[in-house]
């Protein structure tokens, strides 16, 4: 059963942008935490920027480029990406954490900046 969608995903050159949306089923109740992580080829999974009861985190590498936004009566989030740079090419993964405590993970949209 997929119960998180991401969509958005594609080729940019360095320097653009592009949007990620990320779908959460309304099957998932009382979502706290909503989050985009991120795995290039041979690397890690790493966090990219989390949202949690309108507070927000950013990964270092992303601060200043990139912006968390959700929207809870359609139970989506958002990741505007701005000034892309090649190394910010992996796939992107969406992240949810309802009251359960249950984690739960989108199957990922590729993001590929290059020129």
């Known amino acids: 059963q997929v119960q998180l969608v991401e969509s958005g995903g594609g080729l940019v050159q360095p320097g653009g942008s592009l949007r990620l949306s990320c779908v959460a089923s309304?099957?998932?109740?009382?979502?706290?935490?909503m989050g985009w992580y991120r795995q290039a080829p041979g690397k890690e999974r790493d966090l990219v920027a989390t949202?949690?009861?309108?507070?927000?985190n950013y990964a270092e590498s992303v601060k200043g480029r990139f912006t968390i936004a959700r929207e809870n009566a359609e139970n989506t989030l958002y990741l505007q990406m701005d000034s892309l740079k090649p190394e910010d090419t992996a796939v992107y993964y969406c992240h949810a954490r309802p009251s359960s405590g249950i984690n739960y993970w989108g199957k990922g949209t590729l993001v590929t900046v290059s020129s």
């Open positions: 309304r099957s998932i109740f009382s979502i706290i935490s």
């Open positions: 949202i949690t009861s309108g507070a927000t």
